[in-house]
């Protein structure tokens, strides 16, 4: 006996990508790695930071897995890890968060984000976050069905134009979104920018989720503020950071959230339904790094990247690229208008076929018809591989 087949027009498929998915494509970060991985180049383009880990951090994982740390974690982490983080956040900025019920060991400072998002979020919600802006935290948002509000800032300082920020809000808005110290652009946001944030914030009622995973990484006079300390702000600030960057484990996908517990629980609970808990040995490792590491260790961090800053600089510059100055983080914006190409993704290829050097295109930082004369280059590699990037560049 034969079944006739349902019948189904040809443009009622049900075998179709989602709303979502025809938008998306691999991000301009990877892709970029990717041709110059098959290019044989150096790679300034992904913020890879390949400087060595620390032995501590090092020799404290590989003890875990020997002693049998290999199976799940709690869905919020070992209870190490969640101290030591605690202890870093008051130690840092007097913050006081509960081990217990305040802390979320993330898969990443981006799986801290995803989770406070599905929590926190719902589709059509407008967050506002400022541009340049980092692409992940873009596609993220829209994964969600819910809809990124670039506020610009003014090249090449990148200032915040309060007016514009608060022109902004509409009666969708529910959070805003600050990276600080900033991808791509190094922006480390003053005490009085974040003044006006929190201002915005606490008069329309709105969540801030706050990215400083280079919390560490300042140069000359900057400083990281914490926003959450600021008043009135703890019970409303998400605080997403990590330790791919101050410890260079960026394929360990550690990081951790810290915020008021009334918000916690939904965040540990879609973290676990998308990750089930962060790679359980590696915890011990980042443990291991909070505890024992001495301050010096940071300061040392910071310097050891304001060197690599200057030298990326004086190349750019040399090669007729003049960059923005970074105040934090460990990327450059360099103005690429010389550069054969009409676009900044045509203008990296061209800079990689020439040099040997990948970056990223500036575009992948702003909204359509922005950027394009900009390529980010980052400067968080070893001295011989830097080095090499900027005598390469030199040859311009």
Same mark, same amino acid.
């Given at each position: 006996?034969?079944?006739?087949?349902?019948?189904?027009?040809?443009? $009622?498929?049900?075998?179709?990508?989602?709303?979502?998915?025809?938008?998306?494509?691999?991000? +301009?970060?990877?892709?970029?790695? %990717?041709?110059?991985?098959?290019?044989?180049?150096?790679?300034?383009?992904?913020?890879?930071?390949?400087?060595?880990?620390?032995?501590? %951090?090092?020799? $404290?994982?590989?003890?875990?897995?020997?002693?049998?740390?290999?199976?799940?974690?709690?869905?919020?982490?070992?209870?190490?890890?969640?101290?030591?983080?605690?202890?870093?956040?008051?130690?840092?900025?007097?913050?006081?968060?509960?081990?217990?019920?305040?802390?979320?060991?993330?898969?990443?400072?981006?799986?801290?984000?995803?989770?406070?998002?599905?929590?926190?979020?719902?589709?059509?919600?407008?967050?506002?976050?400022?541009?340049?802006?980092?692409?992940?935290?873009?596609?993220?948002?829209?994964?969600?069905?819910?809809?990124?509000?670039?506020?610009?800032?003014?090249?090449?300082?990148?200032?915040?134009?309060?007016?514009?920020?608060?022109?902004?809000?509409?009666?969708?808005?529910?959070?805003?979104?600050?990276?600080?110290?900033?991808?791509?652009?190094?922006? %480390?946001?003053?005490?009085?920018?974040?003044?006006?944030?929190?201002?915005?914030?606490? +008069?329309?009622?709105?969540?801030?989720?706050?990215?400083?995973?280079?919390?560490?990484?300042?140069?000359?006079?900057?400083?990281?503020?914490?926003?959450?300390?600021?008043?009135?702000?703890?019970?409303?600030?998400?605080?997403?950071?990590?330790?791919?960057?101050?410890?260079?484990?960026?394929?360990?996908?550690?990081?951790?959230?810290?915020?008021?517990?009334?918000?916690?629980?939904?965040?540990?609970?879609?973290?676990?339904?998308?990750?089930?808990?962060?790679?359980?040995?590696?915890?011990?490792?980042?443990?291991?790094?909070?505890?024992?590491?001495?301050?010096?260790?940071?300061?040392?961090?910071?310097?050891?990247?304001?060197?690599?800053?200057?030298?990326?600089?004086?190349?750019?510059?040399?090669?007729?690229?003049?960059?923005?100055?970074?105040?934090?983080?460990?990327?450059?914006?360099?103005?690429?208008?010389?550069?054969?190409?009409?676009?900044?993704?045509?203008?990296?290829?061209?800079?990689?076929?020439?040099?040997?050097?990948?970056?990223?295109?500036?575009?992948?930082?702003?909204?359509?018809?922005?950027?394009?004369?900009?390529?980010?280059?980052?400067?968080?590699?070893?001295?011989?591989?830097?080095?090499?990037?900027?005598?390469?560049?030199?040859?311009?």
């Amino acid at each position: 006996m034969t079944h006739s087949p349902a019948h189904h027009s040809p443009t $009622a498929s049900r075998l179709a990508l989602s709303e979502l998915a025809p938008g998306a494509m691999q991000s +301009e970060i990877r892709a970029m790695s %990717v041709e110059c991985e098959r290019l044989g180049g150096i790679n300034l383009a992904q913020g890879v930071c390949d400087t060595p880990v620390p032995e501590i %951090v090092e020799a $404290a994982a590989i003890t875990a897995i020997k002693a049998g740390h290999n199976i799940y974690t709690r869905l919020d982490g070992i209870t190490r890890l969640r101290n030591a983080i605690a202890a870093k956040q008051l130690r840092d900025y007097g913050l006081r968060y509960d081990p217990e019920t305040e802390v979320l060991v993330a898969s990443g400072a981006t799986g801290g984000l995803h989770a406070a998002a599905m929590a926190l979020l719902n589709p059509g919600d407008e967050v506002l976050l400022f541009e340049p802006f980092y692409g992940y935290h873009v596609s993220t948002l829209k994964s969600m069905r819910v809809k990124p509000v670039p506020v610009p800032l003014a090249a090449p300082e990148w200032m915040l134009d309060v007016d514009a920020l608060r022109a902004a809000i509409t009666p969708r808005t529910r959070a805003i979104l600050v990276n600080t110290p900033a991808n791509p652009s190094g922006k %480390v946001f003053t005490r009085a920018e974040l003044e006006a944030i929190a201002d915005a914030a606490r +008069e329309h009622d709105l969540f801030v989720f706050t990215d400083e995973i280079y919390e560490y990484f300042v140069y000359d006079d900057a400083e990281h503020i914490a926003i959450a300390t600021l008043e009135g702000m703890r019970e409303r600030t998400i605080v997403m950071s990590g330790f791919s960057k101050t410890f260079s484990v960026t394929g360990w996908r550690l990081g951790y959230v810290t915020a008021a517990a009334q918000w916690m629980g939904a965040l540990g609970y879609f973290h676990d339904l998308t990750y089930v808990c962060a790679p359980s040995a590696l915890q011990h490792g980042a443990a291991a790094g909070l505890e024992q590491l001495p301050p010096q260790f940071y300061t040392k961090l910071a310097s050891d990247h304001q060197s690599k800053r200057e030298r990326m600089l004086s190349a750019l510059r040399d090669a007729g690229m003049e960059p923005s100055v970074p105040a934090g983080a460990y990327y450059v914006l360099a103005r690429a208008a010389h550069l054969p190409g009409e676009t900044a993704a045509q203008k990296a290829r061209a800079l990689l076929a020439a040099t040997g050097v990948a970056a990223v295109a500036g575009s992948a930082f702003f909204r359509p018809g922005r950027g394009e004369d900009l390529l980010r280059f980052c400067f968080a590699k070893t001295d011989r591989d830097l080095d090499e990037a900027c005598a390469r560049l030199r040859k311009l």
